[in-house]
């Protein structure tokens, strides 16, 4: 056997390792993603009310149709919006001005670190439950201010004041991950650079413009994207907290989907909802990734 095709054998042992190392993850990702999101798009286009003795009829566009036609889904999907795009800005704000604070390393902010990750350890059930006793009619809010003698504020009973109310209960539950990615992007800014700033007088301000938040380019694109796709799936803190209430108000697409859709036997109008929710998700990403490339060549382009 020549030295060629011993090299050539062992090339392909190696590609063979690999592949057998690779193979289980993709098959999972497959499995849990791959598969569930070809029959979401299948079923969108069919009438099906999930009964296996019930054939899929395929209808088309008819159930993208429904969807845009009705007065409630259209209504989720403005719920939806707005929870992601206020959301997605609220979190990363907070979560960015908390790590600016809490980056210098001592047991104080070790002990804020923890306080501020700690609402995304609890389910998002519990966080809603608990904001529910916090804020709901007879929650703990509302009865000390009518011991207090004054009227009761509607934090969940009114429209506009259980949406925002939402987002907020949303915010406070999620920024703890954006918090940890910060931390870290922060972690990896470099130092001579500050220093450099700060020697040619830069300020505090001058100094973040500058150096910390063009190093936090990356970190700012992964956190605004995961939080979008986050607060666009929001449910659990929906079922928990408002029921979708009042009068559709809160409801969001994630929550229409699996709370009205569903337990309707919708499947086919519940998938064109998926469907609706997956596109979203990639046309956030996909912008939030263009924008990011754009300021980077702009930057480049005026040095």
């Not at 209808?59 to 707005?82: C, K, P, Q, W």
């Not at 109310?165 to 991950?177: E, K, R």
């Not at 859709?261 to 939030?288: D, E, H, N, Y």
Request: hydrophobic content about 50%; some cysteine.
């Amino acid at each position: 056997m020549t030295r060629k095709n011993v090299s050539r054998i062992g090339a392909w042992r190696s590609a063979g390792v690999r592949a057998g190392m690779v193979a289980p993850a993709v098959l999972i990702y497959a499995a849990l993603l791959v598969v569930p999101v070809g029959y979401a798009f299948y079923y969108s286009f069919t009438d099906y009310n999930g009964f296996p003795n019930r054939v899929p009829e395929f209808i088309g566009l008819d159930n993208y149709r429904t969807m845009f036609e009705s007065h409630d889904i259209t209504g989720t999907m403005v719920v939806t919006a707005i929870v992601a795009a206020v959301g997605a800005v609220a979190v990363n704000l907070a979560a960015l001005g908390l790590a600016l604070l809490l980056q210098k390393t001592n047991r104080f902010n070790t002990f804020g670190r923890v306080v501020m990750f700690y609402p995304h350890v609890l389910s998002a059930l519990v966080v809603g439950f608990l904001w529910q006793a916090i804020l709901g009619p007879q929650g703990v809010i509302n009865t000390l201010l009518e011991k207090a003698g004054t009227s009761s504020l509607p934090f969940l009973s009114d429209p506009d004041g259980a949406l925002w109310s939402m987002i907020l209960v949303i915010v406070w539950s999620l920024f703890g991950v954006q918090l940890v990615l910060y931390l870290a992007g922060l972690q990896a800014v470099p130092q001579d650079l500050i220093e450099a700033a700060r020697i040619d007088g830069a300020g505090r301000w001058g100094t973040f413009r500058a150096v910390t938040w063009p190093s936090l380019a990356s970190t700012v694109t992964v956190a605004v994207i995961t939080s979008c796709i986050s607060l666009l799936k929001t449910y659990d803190v929906v079922v928990s907290l408002t029921g979708g209430g009042p009068a559709g108000s809160t409801k969001t697409l994630a929550y229409s989907i699996l709370a009205v859709s569903f337990p309707q036997r919708k499947i086919g109008v519940a998938s064109a909802q998926a469907v609706l929710l997956i596109v979203a998700a990639a046309i956030m990403a996909i912008t939030v990734l263009v924008l990011r490339r754009r300021a980077e060549n702009d930057a480049e382009s005026i040095g």
